[in-house]
């Protein structure tokens, strides 16, 4: 059950299975976004204390360590146990989490779920990272071995806390690594408390390690680190390229899933009402702070004003409020900062000759509430079509032919996800193919499954997550080749 005043339990350092203050003392706090007050003060992690933290990981990863000696199917069921934890901390979890993150109640006890299937999905690949045997030339029996990369260091963003967490973790343990984790600044919480549940799953001290601290100082030294073998981040561009730059100077393995500027290409042979939904699930989920968010809404002219008039009706009708509010679909932005650039985003739009149709405005006095905004009249050229805006913003584009709709959603730097809604088999496979993007939905959008693999084109990122591709980012491939006698 749904608890708005969940008890605090962890704000500290979690390093070797231990709660420990920074090494600095600092601390710094995190704040409701629904109100914008502090929840807690949270021990600011930062080069010392990422130190001690690879320290212990690279010590739990020592060849004749217990975690290296495990046998696979024992890690699994570790996994798994933390699975069972989870699901049945799932209320509490959840409660955590729209404290902290603002997303409605039940969104984060769906995510917690979503989570809970994604470890067990990988813990089911433990035991069965296999390598090949190879006939190659000449009297040698040559095989392939798949090994755990080794320490690895993950950050996590602030708009899906425990599942971005569960995405990272799941493969990594089931590879063998050990796990050094910056969650964000905006939304330590739950990740702190999963460290407990982890702890109490029985994992060995130091094979995951949570630092919660800055970009600039925890997540930089975690980059950094001569003995962190890959980085896996996910957030903004940005901050992908700065850390594929500073991980360059140890050629540490780094996967990246970026941001988006998604098309989603509405033609006219479908059901306005039906296609109208499925952008409105695909642009407001979470409150518009999705990598694949539907920013880009192209609809075909002979049914343009039609969508416009639905989809403005369906944004009017989202209810706004409290994350523990009954039947709460939309919550508050993460934070002021990111308030205030959406706000900017949508006076931008306002400016360059967009038609604001509903929305636009601060929803109440208090927290970070935007009203759902919905755009008409976008051209390509305008801001609000080009850049990743990261809130409740559709920008609904007319085009005329499906070519043109699919060379205009294609020139961008992007190229995360995409989709569209027809009715004509030809529509869909001509689009299916020719965007560029990681995931391409037909006659739906979301529909990310963690048995299949994520990830994005272009300056969308680096490498899939999810997936038997997931897995793939957390071993290294050994080749052994054996001289054999002459005759056998």
């Known amino acids: 059950m749904a608890n708005p005043n969940p008890e605090i339990k962890y704000t500290k350092i979690f390093i070797n299975n231990e709660w420990v203050n920074s090494a600095s003392g600092k601390t710094f706090p995190t704040v409701n976004p629904a109100t914008g007050k502090k929840i807690a003060d949270v021990a600011e992690g930062d080069k010392a204390d990422v130190d001690l933290?690879?320290?212990?990981?690279?010590?739990?990863?020592?060849?004749?360590?217990?975690?290296?000696?495990?046998?696979?199917?024992?890690?699994?069921?570790?996994?798994?146990?933390?699975?069972?934890?989870?699901?049945?901390?799932?209320?509490?979890?959840?409660?955590?989490?729209?404290?902290?993150?603002?997303?409605?109640?039940?969104?984060?006890?769906?995510?917690?779920?979503?989570?809970?299937?994604?470890?067990?999905?990988?813990?089911?690949y433990a035991d069965k990272i296999c390598g090949d045997t190879i006939p190659t030339d000449g009297p040698h029996f040559t095989y392939t071995r798949k090994e755990p990369v080794g320490v690895?260091?993950?950050?996590?963003?602030?708009?899906?806390?425990?599942?971005?967490?569960?995405?990272?973790?799941?493969?990594?343990?089931?590879?063998?690594?050990?796990?050094?984790?910056?969650?964000?600044?905006?939304?330590?919480?739950?990740?702190?408390?999963?460290?407990?549940?982890?702890?109490?799953?029985?994992?060995?001290?130091?094979?995951?390690?949570?630092?919660?601290?800055?970009?600039?100082?925890?997540?930089?030294?975690?980059?950094?680190?001569?003995?962190?073998?890959?980085?896996?981040?996910?957030?903004?561009?940005?901050?992908?390229?700065?850390?594929?730059?500073?991980?360059?100077?140890?050629?540490?393995?780094?996967?990246?899933?970026?941001?988006?500027?998604?098309?989603?290409?509405?033609?006219?042979?479908?059901?306005?009402?039906?296609?109208?939904?499925?952008?409105?699930?695909?642009?407001?989920?979470?409150?518009?702070?999705?990598?694949?968010?539907?920013?880009?809404?192209?609809?075909?002219?002979?049914?343009?004003?039609?969508?416009?008039?639905?989809?403005?009706?369906?944004?009017?009708?989202?209810?706004?409020?409290?994350?523990?509010?009954?039947?709460?679909?939309?919550?508050?932005?993460?934070?002021?900062?990111?308030?205030?650039?959406?706000?900017?985003?949508?006076?931008?739009?306002?400016?360059?000759?967009?038609?604001?149709?509903?929305?636009?405005?601060?929803h109440g006095s208090e927290g970070y509430f935007i009203e759902p905004t919905v755009f008409s009249n976008v051209t390509d050229g305008m801001t609000i079509a080009k850049e990743e805006i990261f809130g409740p913003v559709q920008s609904i584009i007319k085009f005329k032919t499906l070519d043109e709709a699919i060379e205009r959603a294609n020139a961008t730097s992007f190229g995360l996800a995409a989709g569209i809604v027809t009715k004509n088999i030809d529509n869909a496979l001509m689009f299916s193919n020719a965007v560029e993007a990681g995931s391409v939905w037909v006659n739906t959008y979301l529909a990310v499954a963690y048995q299949a693999p994520f990830g994005g084109y272009k300056q969308s990122g680096i490498g899939r997550e999810m997936g038997k591709e997931g897995l793939e980012l957390y071993l290294e491939t050994k080749t052994v080749s054996i001289k054999l006698p002459a005759k056998i």
Request: overall charge positive; proline content about 5%; charged content about 20%.
């Open 53 to 124: 933290a690879v320290k212990a990981a690279k010590a739990a990863f020592e060849r004749k360590g217990f975690w290296r000696q495990m046998d696979a199917s024992a890690r699994a069921k570790l996994i798994n146990k933390l699975a069972d934890l989870m699901e049945q901390n799932g209320p509490y979890l959840a409660s955590l989490e729209s404290l902290d993150n603002g997303k409605p109640y039940q969104s984060a006890f769906y995510d917690v779920h979503a989570s809970v299937a994604c470890l067990r999905y990988n813990a089911g």
């Open 152 to 362: 690895v260091g993950q950050i996590i963003p602030w708009n899906y806390p425990i599942l971005m967490l569960a995405w990272k973790w799941g493969p990594a343990l089931a590879a063998g690594c050990t796990v050094v984790m910056k969650p964000a600044e905006q939304t330590p919480l739950t990740a702190l408390y999963l460290c407990s549940l982890l702890k109490e799953a029985g994992f060995p001290a130091g094979v995951v390690n949570m630092v919660p601290g800055y970009g600039p100082t925890a997540g930089q030294a975690i980059t950094l680190h001569p003995d962190v073998r890959k980085v896996a981040f996910t957030g903004s561009v940005e901050v992908g390229k700065i850390i594929m730059a500073q991980a360059a100077g140890t050629l540490k393995k780094v996967s990246l899933e970026l941001g988006g500027k998604s098309p989603l290409v509405i033609c006219d042979d479908v059901d306005v009402n039906e296609a109208a939904g499925i952008a409105y699930a695909g642009v407001f989920e979470n409150m518009g702070q999705c990598c694949i968010a539907a920013t880009r809404t192209f609809v075909q002219e002979g049914i343009y004003d039609a969508f416009v008039k639905k989809a403005t009706e369906l944004a009017k009708s989202r209810k706004v409020g409290c994350p523990f509010g009954a039947g709460v679909q939309h919550g508050p932005q993460i934070d002021d900062t990111q308030f205030k650039k959406i706000l900017n985003y949508i006076e931008v739009g306002k400016k360059e000759g967009a038609k604001l149709e509903t929305g636009g405005v601060r």
